[in-house]
């Protein structure tokens, strides 16, 4: 198994950036597909981002797409999660996940097996 752990959140002004950073250990890191997903206060846990083992492929909802950038470092047991532009409404507690993939482009984890604990990100008006 693989466990996550997300730094970077913070506090932030709308129009601002930040970058979110999940450290992985355990088994390779290489060997997972991972993506972001973020919960906001009352609210379900949504998608964000995902990316492929090899960094190949990358997925965003609709909602972020053309801010958010995901990318990952698998040298360095790293995946990142580039936001820029940041509104209120992207205020949320911000996951990392991984999970079993097929290889190659478009192979996106399924399921998402192993969570991070969560980092909070506030985005002030």
């Known amino acids: 198994q693989v466990q996550l752990v997300e730094s970077g959140g913070g506090l932030v002004q709308a129009g601002g950036s930040l970058r979110l950073s999940c450290a992985a250990s355990?088994?390779?890191?290489?060997?997972?597909?991972v993506g972001w997903f973020r919960q906001a206060p009352g609210k379900e846990r949504d998608f964000v981002a995902a990316?492929?083992?090899?960094?190949?492929?990358?997925n965003y909802a609709d909602s972020v797409k053309g801010r958010f950038t995901i990318s990952r470092d698998n040298t360095k047991n790293t995946l990142y999660l580039q936001m820029n532009s940041l509104s209120p409404e992207d205020t949320a507690v911000y996951y990392c996940?991984?999970?079993?993939?097929?290889?190659?482009?478009?192979?996106?984890?399924?399921?998402?097996?192993?969570w991070g604990q969560g980092t909070q990100v506030t985005v002030s008006s």
């Open positions: 990316i492929t083992r090899s960094g190949s492929s990358t």
């Open positions: 355990g088994r390779m890191f290489s060997s997972y597909a």
């Open positions: 996940a991984a999970g079993p993939s097929c290889s190659g482009d478009g192979c996106y984890a399924s399921p998402y097996r192993y």
